[in-house]
């Protein structure tokens, strides 16, 4: 899988933890760089772990021999699955909730929202497994993207960047379904 690829899929699976951490930034009024290293480590993680799982699932069904007649086209589907729930998810939030901030670190909800934020990994690991894709390199640059991203956007959000986390996750969503056609495109071609 060639870099560009790499870094495009890691980019589009960290945009709804990027949306997530925008918004918690927002609710941040204290320890600002101890909390936004917790939140994201925590997206970090799940988005490294939840493809690799994706994967063994993946691979277990991929070597199945009517399934490779068709793995192209169940890799476009995860992923174009994915990219367009999230379009919609952006669309169609439910309204904040406003948080009192006491200072501490509420690690269940940033637990909560690491797993739901890492759904869509587990979805695109399990397509990965279908192309044979280098799930290790794929599964670090994902979750140090989302750490990466999850810092900034927690930094973003406690400075007023608000605004930005729905759009985050189009282009996010955008970015995958784009992905599932070059696969699904390359498959056609070759």
């Not at 936004?36 to 991929?62: D, E, K, N, R, T």
């Not at 919609?88 to 006491?102: M, N, P, R, S, Y």
């Not at 608000?162 to 070759?190: K, P, Q, Y």
């Amino acid at each position: 899988m060639p870099l560009v690829h790499v870094m495009l899929l890691s980019c589009g699976v960290a945009a709804d933890a990027f949306a997530c951490s925008i918004a918690r930034g927002t609710a941040i009024r204290v320890n600002i760089i101890k909390r936004s290293l917790i939140l994201a480590g925590i997206f970090g993680v799940f988005q490294a772990l939840m493809p690799v799982i994706g994967w063994g699932i993946g691979y277990f069904f991929a070597e199945l021999s009517f399934i490779r007649a068709i793995d192209h086209w169940v890799a476009f589907l995860l992923l174009a699955g994915v990219g367009a729930k999230m379009i919609w998810d952006a669309f169609h939030q439910d309204a904040d909730v406003d948080v009192i901030d006491t200072g501490a670190v509420q690690l269940r909800p940033a637990l909560i929202l690491g797993l739901a934020t890492s759904i869509d990994a587990l979805a695109v690991g399990m397509g990965m497994a279908f192309v044979h894709a280098p799930i290790i390199t794929l599964a670090l640059a994902m979750g140090l993207t989302t750490f990466v991203l999850s810092l900034v956007g927690a930094w973003m959000g406690h400075h007023g960047g608000g605004r930005f986390g729905g759009w985050a996750t189009v282009i996010g969503g955008l970015v995958l379904i784009g992905l599932g056609g070059n696969i699904l495109f390359d498959h056609m071609l070759g």
